[in-house]
């Protein structure tokens, strides 16, 4: 059974239309896909939070050394990465601020770039010593971005 992650990360609600076009994607997946099951992450309404010192030291730090309060400080980001993995599908949409994403996704992104859950350093490989562990996936990226006055010409001031 093919499995679809739906992720919003507009801080928007009804007016967004990063959700619309995300909604309106998995509708139209739906049809297309009657056996697939679909999950939801809404970056926009609940943050992820941003990676701290804690977690830095218990990423980097191989499981059997991890001490019970560095399994805490990853708690978040392994069920994210959990979440993530099993899926096999991914749409997100995506509102363009300051010429680039949201600070949610990029913290969502640091959440789940985890060495050893989703790429892998060998450094013994010079020509590419990263390696992914995420294989055989798809993603849509739907955007949005502009508003009244980005055309052609016209100034915003
Ligand atoms: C903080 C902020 C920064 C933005 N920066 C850009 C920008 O750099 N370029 C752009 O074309 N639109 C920019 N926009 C406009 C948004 O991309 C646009 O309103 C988009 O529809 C927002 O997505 P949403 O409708 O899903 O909320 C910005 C909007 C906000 C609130």
Do not use: C
């Not at 139209?28 to 609940?46: E, I």
């Not at 019970?68 to 069920?79: P, T």
């Not at 994403?101 to 989703?118: C, E, F, H």
């Amino acid at each position: 059974m093919v499995h679809l992650l739906h992720i919003d990360s507009s801080p928007r609600g009804a007016r967004s239309h990063s959700r619309r076009l995300s909604r309106e994607f998995v509708e139209a997946w739906k049809q297309s896909h009657p056996t697939g099951s679909v999950s939801y992450r809404d970056l926009g309404h609940n943050p992820p939070p941003h990676v701290d010192e804690a977690w830095i030291a218990a990423a980097f730090t191989s499981p059997e050394q991890r001490t019970s309060q560095m399994w805490e400080a990853i708690e978040i980001s392994d069920r994210l990465v959990d979440e993530f993995l099993t899926a096999d599908v991914y749409v997100i949409g995506i509102p363009m601020y300051n010429f680039t994403v949201p600070s949610t996704l990029k913290a969502y992104i640091d959440q789940i770039v985890r060495v050893g859950r989703t790429w892998l350093f060998e450094p013994e490989d010079a020509e590419m010593p990263y390696k992914t562990l995420v294989h055989n996936k798809k993603m849509f990226v739907i955007t949005a971005r502009g508003d009244g006055g980005y055309g052609s010409g016209v100034s915003k001031a």
